[in-house]
C-alpha cells in the first residue's frame, strides 16, 4: 500500500490480532565494510556496519530504523502531529522532524535546556524543516515525561491529533527496528563467511541495544555483545534495555524466539567512558573521532559513537579484546551534531 508518497510493508510480527507495519524510510542494507587500516594498528579483525548511512536528509543514522516503525504506528492511529523530546542537539529530534515532514505531519520538539544562543547543526536542521520546538528545563527525567503529556494536551485543545514518541524513539515498537537490522547485519555476515567475536554498540536510551540483543538471541549468534553508554550510569541503561526488550515481546510472537528476559548481568555495558557527561566531549573519544576520520574517511560524533570507539580500543589496549579477534563496530550515526563543535576545536585538543 503506498500512503503519504512512502511505502507501507506488512511485517510478519503481529500485535494481537493486527500486523505491526513498517515505513521504508531508510536506505536499506547499510553496507557492513572492513575497517583495514584501523583494524592493522589495533591489530585486530575490525569491521563496520555503516548504520550511519541509512540516509535521512543528512547522514542518516540509528533513529530511522526506529521511526519506520514509530511513524507508521502513528500514521496507524490517525496522528497528524508527533511529539518527542531529546537535548538541544538531539539527533533523534532532529531525524523525527525530518521524516514527519516528510509524511507531512506536523513535528513538535520538547528540547530540554534552555534555548541555546545558536543554531547550530541538528538545531538548524530543526529549524529549516519547520518544526516547532519548546524548550523545558527539567530537574528529573520524569519531569520532561509529564511535559510532553502536557504539551500532547495542548495540541488535543488546538484539535490536533498528537502521537507521543519516547525519549531515543526507545519503546518496544522502535526497538523492532533494530531486530529487523540485526537480521540484516547476520544475513551479509554469513555471506561473507565473516565470524565475530565482540560486537560494540551504544547504548543511550536504550533501544539500539535492546533490538540488536534481541536480534543476537534470535539467530543464536556466538558473538560476546557490548554497549558502551555515552550517557546513564550502566544499571540505569540496562533497566531501560530491559524495559524495551520487554515491550518488544508484547508485540512481536513470531519472530522472536527469545525465552525468558534477560537479568541485568546477562548484559555488558561499559559506562567508564562517559566522561564528564553527556555530550561532554572526551579527550579519548576526541582521539578515536581523529583517527578515524583519518585511517578510515569515516566521521564518528563527539556525543555517542566515538565515545564507543574510545571504548573498544581501550578494551583492547588492556586485553579485555584479545589482538586478533575478529570485532564489530555498529556506527549508529550521529556526525551532524559534530558541527556544533567546529568552532571549538582547539579547546578539545584538536591540531
Ligand atoms: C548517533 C547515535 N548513536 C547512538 C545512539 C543511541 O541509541 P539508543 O538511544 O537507541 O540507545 C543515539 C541516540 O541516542 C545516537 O543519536
Known amino acids: 500500500m503506498e500512503t503519504y508518497g512512502v511505502w507501507y510493508h506488512e511485517v510478519t510480527r503481529m500485535k494481537g490480532r ?11 542494507p547499510t553496507p557492513l565494510e572492513p575497517l583495514t587500516r584501523l583494524g592493522e594498528l589495533l591489530r585486530i579483525d575490525l569491521w563496520v556496519k555503516r548504520d550511519d548511512l541509512t540516509g535521512d536528509m543528512v547522514t542518516g543514522g540509528n533513529k530511522i530504523r526506529k521511526l519506520e516503525y514509530l511513524l507508521a504506528d502513528a500514521l496507524d492511529k490517525g496522528a497528524d502531529t508527533i511529539i518527542t523530546t531529546g537535548g538541544p542537539q538531539s539527533n533523534h529530534a532532529k531525524t523525527t522532524a525530518a521524516l514527519t515532514k516528510r509524511l507531512g505531519l506536523h513535528p513538535v520538539l520538547l528540547l530540554s535546556g534552555k534555548p541555546p544562543e545558536e543554531t547550530t547543526a541538528n538545531l538548524l536542521i530543526n529549524k529549516l524543516v519547520g518544526a ?162 583519518s585511517e578510515e574517511s569515516i566521521l564518528l560524533d563527539h556525543v555517542y559513537t566515538a565515545k564507543t570507539m574510545a571504548g573498544l580500543m581501550d578494551l583492547v589496549e588492556k586485553g579485555v579484546i584479545a589482538r586478533g579477534s575478529s570485532v564489530l563496530f555498529w556506527h549508529t550515526g550521529g556526525a551532524p551534531g559534530l558541527f556544533a563543535l567546529q568552532e571549538r576545536w582547539s579547546e578539545w585538543g584538536g591540531g
Not at 493486527?18 to 536499506?28: I, N, S, V, Y
Request: hydrophobic share 35%; charged share 25%; net charge negative.
Open 132 to 293: 516547532e520546538v519548546h524548550y523545558f528545563f527539567p530537574r528529573h527525567p520524569r519531569e520532561m515525561d509529564d511535559a510532553l503529556l502536557r504539551l500532547a494536551e495542548e495540541m488535543k485543545a488546538k484539535g490536533r491529533k498528537p502521537y507521543i514518541i519516547p525519549v531515543g524513539g526507545s519503546n518496544g515498537i522502535g526497538t523492532l527496528g533494530y531486530i529487523d537490522a540485526y537480521q540484516e547485519m547476520d544475513q551479509q555476515r554469513q555471506e561473507k563467511q565473516l565470524s565475530f567475536d565482540f560486537e560494540f554498540v551504544t547504548a543511550g536510551s536504550g533501544g539500539t541495544f535492546a533490538g540488536i540483543y534481541m536480534g543476537h538471541q534470535a539467530v543464536q549468534a556466538s558473538s560476546k555483545l557490548i554497549g558502551v553508554s555515552p550517557w546513564l550510569p550502566s544499571q540505569e541503561i540496562k533497566e531501560r534495555i530491559i524495559d524495551c526488550i520487554k515491550d518488544a515481546r508484547t508485540l512481536s510472537t513470531d519472530s522472536v524466539p527469545l525465552s525468558g528476559e534477560p537479568a541485568l548481568e546477562d548484559l555488558s555495558i561499559y559506562d567508564q567512558y562517559i566522561g564528564s557527561g553527556y555530550a561532554k566531549p572526551t579527550p579519548e573519544g576526541m582521539k578515536a573521532l581523529q583517527i578515524m576520520a
Open 18 to 28: 493486527e500486523w505491526m507495519r513498517r515505513l521504508t524510510l531508510a536506505q536499506k
